[in-house]
């Protein structure tokens, strides 16, 4: 390893491996440090992913592909449920494989990838960021670079090391569990399952997503200010034991996923933030996997095109240009998910009975938002705007 690389990136998940590859791209020198053993392992996610969104940034692999989904659906309060056939292909991934795949790519690319690489410091001269401090495998390092890219999740330090308010509002914050079970028997593999109400998981959602073989990765998420009532395992522990009693748990983890918008200042002298650390999860859904990698996507570009410039007058520009690609959506996800989220029971119910008055071939995904709003007209304009954009 050298003492030197143009661009270093701080974490392996995929808004930093992805990143990476983009800034590889330019021919610059790329050092991408992952803090543990293994690239994608331990795996803290639902796996859920929109196969149209990915296959931008990698070929489907059937090796990282555990089930194909083409269809959801949603459990009301009073156990009404409302399947929806989805118009795209959906995949629970191998998250292990899959972030593995992706952080060899970018070596392919020509970035050099470290892991038990842990980043613990920031090399700071005259206000701008100008490499890290590491330890690794035992050792205390410090390398130079002209760029630092952040991507290092949601539990992110490398960005308030350089002065960027990294803070969410506690509400914003869900805090979910989530284990991966087998002996799950009665659930379609081709369908992905979402549980609404007060007594499951309010202002959030529990899920059940297939991986074959009768394996599912089961979980819920609930909003920070709930989580200190009453924790999210205790939601997910009533829940098993009504449903699942004696479900084998192969892997059980928890997290925080941050729903909420972009934070305000992304970019800063030397220093780019990405993925979960740059907050750029979508508020609505939690789904952080696809928009992470079009984040890392723009920030290695941006970051190397300034390299080849000789100038880290582009960085700037690497707000507006997430904002114009996916930031502004998420703006508009995250009113509608505010305006969601307050829906109680009674309003999930009555959506679950107009959705099934529906003859089947009419039970799309926009005409349950469409009855959802006839709920809430409020959330009208938001919803008309994600359309536009
Ligand atoms: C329970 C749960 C379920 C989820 N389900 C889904 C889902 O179904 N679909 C979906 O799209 N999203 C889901 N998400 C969100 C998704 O997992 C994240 O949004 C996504 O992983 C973000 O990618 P990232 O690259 O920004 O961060 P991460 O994947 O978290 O990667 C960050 C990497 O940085 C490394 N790192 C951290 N600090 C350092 C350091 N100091 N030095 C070196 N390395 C460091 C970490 O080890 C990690 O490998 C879920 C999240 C949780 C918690």
Same mark, same amino acid.
């Given at each position: 390893m050298k003492n030197y690389y143009d661009i270093i990136v701080?974490?392996?998940?995929?808004?930093?491996?992805?990143?990476?590859?983009?800034a590889a791209r330019h021919g610059v020198s790329v050092l991408l440090l992952e803090k543990d053993r293994?690239?994608? /392992?331990?795996?803290?996610?639902?796996?859920?992913?929109?196969k149209s969104r990915i296959t931008e940034f990698i070929d489907p692999d059937e090796k990282w592909i555990c089930a194909h989904i083409n269809k959801f659906r949603f459990v009301a309060p009073n156990d009404k449920e409302v399947t929806l056939q989805f118009r795209e292909e959906g995949y629970i991934l191998e998250r292990r494989i899959f972030d593995y795949q992706l952080a060899k790519l970018a070596s392919e690319e020509g970035a050099e990838v470290v892991t038990r690489a842990y980043v613990n410091g920031l090399i700071i001269d005259e206000d701008c960021v100008r490499g890290v401090k590491a330890l690794i495998r035992g050792e205390e390092i410090k390398i130079k670079s002209k760029i630092v890219i952040a991507a290092d999740g949601v539990e992110s330090r490398v960005g308030r090391w350089a002065g960027l308010k990294t803070h969410i509002d506690f509400r914003d914050m869900e805090s979910c569990v989530q284990v991966t079970a087998s002996n799950i028997n009665n659930i379609n593999p081709d369908t992905c399952y979402f549980y609404f109400g007060e007594n499951v998981a309010p202002s959030g959602y529990f899920w059940i997503f297939p991986k074959g073989n009768h394996i599912a990765n089961i979980g819920l998420?609930?909003?920070?200010?709930?989580? &200190? &009532?009453?924790?999210?395992?205790? /939601?997910?522990n009533q829940f098993?034991?009504?449903? /699942?009693?004696?479900?084998?748990?192969?892997t059980s983890i928890a997290g925080g996923v941050p729903c909420s918008v972009t934070l305000k200042k992304i970019s800063s002298n030397g220093i780019i933030m990405t993925g979960d650390a740059a907050r750029q999860v979508n508020p609505l859904t939690g789904g952080g996997i696809s928009s992470g990698m079009i984040g890392g996507s723009i920030a290695g570009d941006i970051a190397g095109h300034s390299i080849k410039r000789n100038t880290t007058d582009y960085l700037s520009k690497y707000p507006e240009l997430w904002h114009q690609q996916v930031g502004k959506k998420h703006e508009i996800y995250n009113r509608i998910k505010n305006g969601i989220y307050n829906f109680t029971d009674d309003k999930f119910n009555k959506i679950a009975d107009s959705v099934l008055k529906l003859p089947d071939d009419k039970r799309t995904l926009r005409n349950v938002f469409t009855t959802a709003l006839i709920n809430q007209p409020s959330l009208l304009l938001d919803v008309a705007k994600v359309f536009i954009y």
């Open positions: 701080v974490g392996a998940g995929p808004a930093g491996s992805v990143a990476a590859r983009y293994d690239v994608g /392992y331990p795996v803290r996610c639902g796996e859920a992913v929109n998420g609930v909003s920070g200010i709930i989580g &200190k &009532k009453k924790s999210a395992l205790k /939601y997910f098993m034991e009504r449903r /699942y009693p004696d479900a084998p748990f192969l």
